[in-house]
Nanobody
Framework: QVQLVESGGGLVQPGGSLRLSCAAS????????MGWYRQAPGKQRELVCV???????SYAESVKGRFTISRDNGKNTVYLQMNSLKPEDTAVYYC??????????????WGQGTQVTVSS
């Protein structure tokens, strides 16, 4: 079994910064794409950004130039640096990963989510 645990959410003023972390643990053989999604109240979950195992990245237009995704493959951890935060960035942020386990089974996993609130 594989677990994803996010941390780093909280309350921040507009224009501020936060850094989210997501650590994967368990019976991991290999991790492929890792990404961040978010879901605001009353809205559907949306993709924020994704990073491949080789370090390639892609971002939603709404966060380009403000958010940066990175990963530490040795620690099975993905990060999301969020700068110039806006009230519309308020949401629950979820970590997601494509993982092959030590039994060689492939599956997609989600973290439990961490709340980010941008408000003055």
């Amino acid at each position: 079994q594989v677990q994803l645990v996010e941390s780093g959410g909280g309350l921040v003023q507009p224009g501020g910064s936060l850094r989210l972390s997501c650590a994967a643990s368990g019976s991991i053989f290999s991790i492929y794409d890792m990404g961040w999604y978010r879901q605001a109240p009353g809205k559907q979950r949306e993709l924020v950004c994704v990073i491949t195992s080789g370090g390639g990245t892609s971002y939603a237009e709404s966060v380009k130039g403000r958010f940066t995704i990175s990963r530490d493959n040795g620690k099975n951890t993905v990060y999301l640096q969020m700068n110039s935060l806006k009230p519309e960035d308020t949401a629950v942020y979820y970590c997601n990963a494509d993982v092959t386990s030590t039994s060689r089974s492939f599956a997609n996993y989600w973290g439990q989510g961490t709340q980010v609130t941008v408000s003055s």
